[in-house]
Nanobody, 120 residues
């Protein structure tokens, strides 16, 4: 019913930049929140950045000042601009959305994940 499609991952040298995109499609009444999580090998999946439909934003301490989350509500799309990348940023990045359906039901959805690898 709802699909999140991610793009923008890849291999980058330390200090470089990448921009991730995630577009939600399907039968959607509204999206209360979207965000990005990441998971490195052997570690849990942690929140990187989140944004609500009203514009409230929060970041993990490790990315503050380097990453910027933004969204286009009309396109149901969220972006993550990643600057000054470090090897510790290497992980699979997952898009997340909290969706309100046309029947007023609420569900969580995840993207397929996109690999970000930062070389030293």
């Amino acid at each position: 019913q709802v699909q999140l499609v991610e793009s923008g991952g890849g291999l980058v040298q330390a200090g470089g930049s990448l921009r991730l995109s995630c577009a939600a499609s399907g039968i959607i009444f509204s999206i209360n929140a979207m965000g990005w999580y990441r998971q490195a090998p052997g570690k849990q999946r942690d929140l990187v950045a989140g944004i609500t439909s009203s514009g409230s934003i929060n970041y993990a301490d490790s990315v503050k000042g380097r990453f910027t989350i933004s969204r286009d509500n009309a396109k149901n799309t969220v972006y993550l601009q990643m600057n000054s990348l470090k090897p510790d940023d290497t992980a699979v990045y997952y898009c997340y959305a909290h969706v309100v359906g046309v029947d007023w039901g609420q569900d969580d959805y995840w993207g397929q994940g996109t690999q970000v690898t930062v070389s030293s």
